[in-house]
């Protein structure tokens, strides 16, 4: 069962999907959404790390920011600490990997 700290944040952020982020628009340059990631980033890892990772991917969602796929990730990082909240975070890029498609071999039955 997930601390009162977690679950609070968890209503915090569901309530302002459920609200402001209506009003506000989809405008998140990421998937899944900033609000999503802050959330998703608070369960697995705590409010202090998870929230220190959500403050970090809201400030690489500007114009100028990053876009595409970014997942959180499965381990904290080996530099982070309780005294250094900024090391939880990646302040730039994203992680996921590149995505990438094979060649297919044309079906030879079909014509052009």
């Known amino acids: 069962m ?6 609070a944040a968890h209503f915090a952020i569901r309530g302002y999907q459920l609200t402001l982020s209506g009003l506000v628009g989809r405008q998140c340059r990421h998937l899944p959404s900033c609000s999503e990631y802050t959330d998703e980033a608070i369960q697995r890892h705590g409010f202090w790390a998870g929230g220190w990772m959500g403050v970090a991917r809201i400030c690489r969602c500007g114009p100028f920011g990053t876009s595409g796929l970014d997942i959180v990730p499965e381990t904290l990082p080996e530099r982070a600490a309780w005294y250094k909240p900024w090391a939880y975070g990646r302040w730039r890029g994203t992680n996921a990997p590149a995505i990438t498609c094979e060649a297919v071999e044309p079906d030879e039955r079909r014509t052009s």
């Open 2 to 7: 997930p601390s009162p700290v977690r679950q």
